[in-house]
């Protein structure tokens, strides 16, 4: 792979990976019995919660002749088309009457479906598997199982407190990944007189290993300038710090701090949209500010401070990719993205021959650079 091409050259339609859980939404967003509209890999989605209070995901559109079933009535159990009112099984999709059918018409109702996908909840947010797409022209019938459970934070300890932040990117979810990857952006886009200044850019190395769909950053102490180990530092001990940071297929990326009886954890994904914007949500879980009145609403300022200063370098981003500039990758600070790029093209690969995913990593890597 030569360092000029693009991400785009790289990998020419790979932008939505089908056969994963996506987050949705946060699960504080849905009310139940009502319905909410999200849209996950360019899919137009009907989301609420039954009377139970369990999530659902539909396709939102109406098998019958298109209609948004967003624009439609919920009664805690069944969606009804504003058009012609057609009723539908909230969690399976299935059919349950047509109103317009005379009592001598045997239609089989109970064969047309709705599409819907397996939803879940997990760590605040509201999960939905997206399964490969169905042909063009075949109708829908039961969702499609997920190929694995929905994604988990670790946690290490009975009680923590959790908090998340969510961003919506105006770039595609490839800049999206790869710029919550790269290294180098920090000392320019992560300035504050209470972080840390420009001129605190210095070199580091850090070891890489492969592991399943993924790459490590294997366990060390973490950097001075990295978010949660200063704040860490003001609380604990931190004589004995490590973190892990990893990143797994579709879009995951995992940090890990722990130190003695403390620990840190967040799951932060970037989920596509549309070909052209996307999605960064942020869940943390932690146990290390909790005797702390501020602990919760420091962390929440830091990492919204970040997340922020990441969002608006994107728009601005997105202002210079209009043009369709020609885009290069450079090592080693670009290395992650080139891993996140093979690994994309090694699963579709894998998924064209049916065989194992073949990691593009041979084994362990030593990475340099300065930031
Ligand atoms: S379009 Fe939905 S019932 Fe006709
Ligand atoms: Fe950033």
Not at 169 to 187: C, E, K, N, R, T
Not at 204 to 221: L, V
């Amino acid at each position: 792979m030569s360092e000029l091409e693009s991400p785009q050259r790289q990998i020419p339609d790979a932008l939505m990976l089908h056969g994963f859980w996506y987050r949705a939404l946060p699960g504080d967003q849905l009310g139940r019995n009502r319905l909410q509209k999200a849209t996950l890999l360019e899919i137009p989605l009907l989301l609420g919660r039954d009377r139970q209070g369990k999530p659902f995901a539909m396709r939102d559109a109406c098998p019958h002749r298109g209609m948004p079933l967003s624009c439609g009535a919920f009664d805690g159990e069944q969606v009804e088309c504003s058009y012609h009112g057609w009723r539908f099984d909230a969690h399976s999709g299935q059919c349950q009457l047509i109103p317009s059918l005379t009592a001598d018409q045997k239609m089989r109702v109970d064969r047309i479906y709705a599409g819907s996908y397996v939803c879940e909840e997990r760590d605040s947010y509201v999960w939905v598997f997206i399964p490969d797409p169905v042909l063009p022209g075949a109708g829908f019938g039961k969702a499609a199982e997920p190929t694995g459970p929905v994604p988990e934070i670790e946690k290490f300890s009975n009680r923590y407190k959790t908090a998340y932040l969510t961003a919506d990117m105006p770039v595609s979810v490839d800049h999206g990944i790869i710029g919550l990857m790269d290294p180098a952006h920090g000392p320019f886009v992560h300035q504050a007189w209470w972080w840390r200044k420009r001129e605190s850019i210095h070199e580091k190395q850090k070891n890489f290993e492969p592991i399943p769909n993924g790459f490590r950053m294997s366990a060390h102490t973490p950097s001075s300038n990295s978010a949660p180990y200063k704040l860490l530092r003001l609380y604990a001990d931190g004589d004995s710090v490590t973190t892990t940071i990893d990143f797994v297929l579709p879009n995951h990326r995992r940090e890990t701090i722990r130190v003695g009886k403390y620990w840190f954890s967040s799951l932060t994904t970037v989920t596509p949209i549309a070909r052209d914007h996307c999605r960064i949500d942020v869940v943390a879980c932690w146990n290390i500010f909790r005797g702390l009145p501020f602990g919760p609403s420091l962390l929440k300022f830091v990492f919204a401070k970040f997340v922020e200063q990441d969002r608006r370098t994107m728009e601005l981003q997105a202002e210079g990719l209009k043009q369709n500039p020609h885009l290069m990758l450079i090592d080693d600070a670009d290395r992650p993205a080139k891993w996140y790029f093979a690994l994309k093209a090694a699963y579709l690969e894998a998924k064209c021959s049916g065989a194992e995913i073949k990691h593009p990593m041979a084994g362990p890597v030593t990475l340099k650079w300065r930031s």
